[in-house]
């Protein structure tokens, strides 16, 4: 039996998170500059993005470039954003041939102008698909994301628009660049590391956990199965315990 077969469709995760790590190693492995790593991660992220939407996932957010990033080598970074701008733009027409919308979160106001104008272009293009939306986190980093949301929400009070004592958890994922998209239930790191290193630290609360040592150009479908696979063999508890879970499912039937 093949590794997609044994997916339980009805227990799909919505929306899945993952964090693309590895390629400045596995450049060095095969004796390449760094961009040759991000090169063939593309591929990955092309691999994700179909089985995502073939699933019947509902949104799929890929850490592309965090706000730390722009600390790497200039050359680096240069190559990352061409890299970037190339890859939306040649992409657009297969993300509206399998019918995906592409959003971004991040202080996309700090991309270079092309690559802004070429996500622009492509979130516009793709905006009415409703099969599975590709969530691209640019120039993103969770703490500039809170604090951003905190001054959003201060202004509000300093307007009248809103008092301190409205402030609830909806108000705050209201002011998060993620408003409107649900919590990831699954968020997926390769390469061995486990941190969350700055990634939708408030969003992912409730959130399994999943590392793989595969560095990111090597992840392939299989590996992305492989995730959803060992997430559904899990017991998701929000704080409950084995028992109450047990009952409330006895309860559903
Ligand atoms: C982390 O590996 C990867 C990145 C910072 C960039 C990811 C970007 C791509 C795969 C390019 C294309 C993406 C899209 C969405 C079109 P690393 O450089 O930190 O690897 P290391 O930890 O081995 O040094």
């Known amino acids: 039996m093949e590794l997609k ?36 991660g593309v591929r990955s992220v092309r691999e994700v993005v179909e089985a995502a939407a073939e699933l019947g996932v509902k949104y799929l ?19 990352l954003m061409q890299l970037l701008v190339h890859t939306i733009s040649a ?16 202080n996309l106001n700090s991309l270079p102008e092309d690559c802004f104008n070429e996500l622009h272009d492509a979130i516009e293009k793709t905006k009415n698909n409703e099969r599975t939306t590709l969530v691209l986190a640019l120039s993103y980093s969770s703490r500039w994301e809170i604090t951003n949301a905190i001054t959003n929400i201060a202004k ?21 660049c993620t408003a409107g998209i649900p919590e990831p239930e699954l968020m997926i790191r390769t390469s061995g590391e486990h941190r ?15 590392f793989t040592e595969k560095l990111w150009p090597d992840f392939r479908k299989n590996d992305f199965y492989e ?7 899990r017991e998701r508890r929000f704080g409950k315990t084995s028992e109450q879970l047990n009952q409330n499912n006895m309860a559903g039937q």
């Not at 969350?196 to 999943?210: C, D, G, R, T």
């Open 91 to 106: 992409e657009t027409k297969t993300l509206n041939e399998n019918k995906i919308r592409l959003q971004a979160i991040g």
């Open 196 to 210: 969350i290193s700055n990634f939708l630290l408030w969003q992912l609360a409730y959130s399994e956990l999943y």
């Open 156 to 176: 509000q009070i300093e307007d009248k628009t809103l008092t301190s004592s409205e402030i609830t958890e909806d108000i705050v994922n209201a002011n998060l």
């Open 61 to 79: 957010t890929l850490y592309a470039f965090s706000t730390e990033n722009w600390n790497r080598p200039q050359e680096e970074v240069i190559a």
């Open 5 to 40: 077969e044994k997916i339980n469709l009805e227990k799909l995760p919505q929306h899945i998170a993952i964090i693309m790590d590895g390629n400045g190693r596995w450049a060095k492995q095969h004796g390449e500059p760094r961009i040759f790593g991000h090169e063939n």
């Open 227 to 233: 995730a959803i696979l060992d997430y559904q063999n």
